[in-house]
């Protein structure tokens, strides 16, 4: 009896392993982010494709791999309640159209005044971050670079699109401009830092504001003013082409669920929204102005490929513009934002000794 009870169990178990669990997981993660967007039925039939439900239920178990940033996590939640800490940092201020909040980072082992100015723009991609989980990284990036670090919140989707977004980092610029004397730093020595969607939004928001661009809803005086103060863009595991992104997110099943072609205003708009393409558009004029770019990514990453920081410095190369590429061997999508949140970890020094060349060839040349 027990023997034929193992003979049954084991096709039944098997059977849940390999269909009942990738399905469940996968319609969960549809229900909760979005069904394909095909009309009516065809959308569950696309949600249903087996080739769908695996690629989908690959990519949520990959996620768990987060559960062991759990310690970092307690750290950064402890770091930022302390009102001992406050002495290095200024926190929540209002800045913008949209009433957003930045915090504000000293080095704590320079006399910070006249230090340059870092603005550090957090990932999740276009739909998701909160600059408190960033308070750890920032506090270390002033101290290793000397620097003052602005953290701030910016609107993402649904809350406001990809331009939105755009608009609320030159706005950061703007505050930063307005607000030198008051937290005394070098308001003409900026260096903008990304991380993933953030690396996307940096460079799209330096390319927007050499264009002067209209959508941005900011004096053209002002915005010529404020490109001119960025002195070089240090982009780590970025988004630079949409559409290849897209792609990419094609092969992993997750295209739907991700919040990327819904930020974008849709498919149509991914050539506008790419770095990569308004560079293409640019003028011999407007080159002249695009500042240098150093790209950093990791072999390892399942997010967003290297291949996407390879294809873009081959591009800045090809337009004859300064750019440093690091390809870093086995470092992946999260480690190389939560690696500079604290010395211990494994690939802190790795990762900073290349912001480092960079930021010290960006600040010296200005
Ligand atoms: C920061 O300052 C320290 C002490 O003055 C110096 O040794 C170090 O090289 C500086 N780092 C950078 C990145 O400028
Ligand atoms: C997106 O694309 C559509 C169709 O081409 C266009 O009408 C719309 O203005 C675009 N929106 C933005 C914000 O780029």
């Given at each position: 009896m027990s023997c034929l009870r193992s003979h049954v169990g084991l096709p039944v178990a098997a059977g849940v392993l390999l269909i009942g669990l990738p399905y469940s997981i996968s319609l969960a993660a549809q229900w909760l982010y979005g069904w394909?967007?095909?009309?009516g039925y065809k959308k569950y039939t696309e949600a249903l494709k087996p080739r769908r439900i695996y690629c989908l239920a690959r990519a949520v178990l990959e996620?768990?791999?987060?559960?062991?940033?759990g310690r970092l996590y307690f750290r950064w939640k402890s770091w930022y309640k302390d009102?001992?800490?406050s002495k290095h940092y200024a926190k929540g201020i209002s800045y913008g159209r949209r009433g957003n909040k930045l915090d504000l980072y000293y080095?704590?082992?320079?006399?910070?005044?006249k230090a340059p100015l870092v603005v550090f723009i957090y990932g999740g991609a276009w739909g998701s971050g909160d600059r408190a989980i960033y308070c750890l990284l920032a506090r270390q990036m002033a101290e290793e670079l000397n620097a003052t670090v602005v953290c701030p919140d910016y609107s993402t989707y649904p809350k406001s699109n990809v331009l939105g977004m755009v608009q609320d980092i030159a706005d950061c610029l703007i505050w930063v401009k307005a607000s030198a004397q008051k937290f005394?730093?070098?308001?003409?020595n900026i260096i903008f830092i990304g991380h993933s969607a953030g690396a996307h939004l940096c460079s799209l928001t330096t390319l927007f504001l050499i264009e002067t661009?209209?959508?941005?809803?900011?004096e053209a005086s002002k915005q010529q003013d404020i490109s001119r103060c960025v002195k070089g863009v240090i982009g780590l595991s970025?988004?630079?082409?949409i559409l290849d992104h897209y792609e990419h997110e094609e092969m992993r099943g997750i295209e739907y669920v991700s919040t990327m072609h819904k930020a974008m205003n849709g498919v149509q708009n991914f050539s506008y929204y790419s770095p990569t393409h308004v560079l293409n558009t640019f003028s011999e004029d407007k080159l002249k102005r695009v500042p240098p770019f150093a790209l950093l990514h990791g072999?390892?990453?399942?997010?967003?490929?290297?291949k996407s920081s390879t294809k873009f410095s081959e591009l800045l190369s090809s337009l004859s513009l300064p750019v440093s590429l690091y390809l870093l061997p086995r470092v992946d999508h999260t480690e190389m934002a939560t690696?500079?949140?604290?010395?211990?970890?494994?690939l802190y020094n790795a990762i900073y000794s290349c912001i480092k060349q960079e930021y010290t060839k960006f600040i010296k040349k200005s």
């Open positions: 394909p967007n095909k009309p996620s768990l791999k987060y559960l062991q940033y009102d001992e800490n080095s704590p082992k320079v006399d910070h005044a005394n730093f070098d308001q003409d661009r209209e959508e941005l809803f900011i970025g988004v630079y082409n072999t390892d990453d399942i997010i967003v490929p290297a690696d500079l949140m604290a010395p211990d970890r494994p």
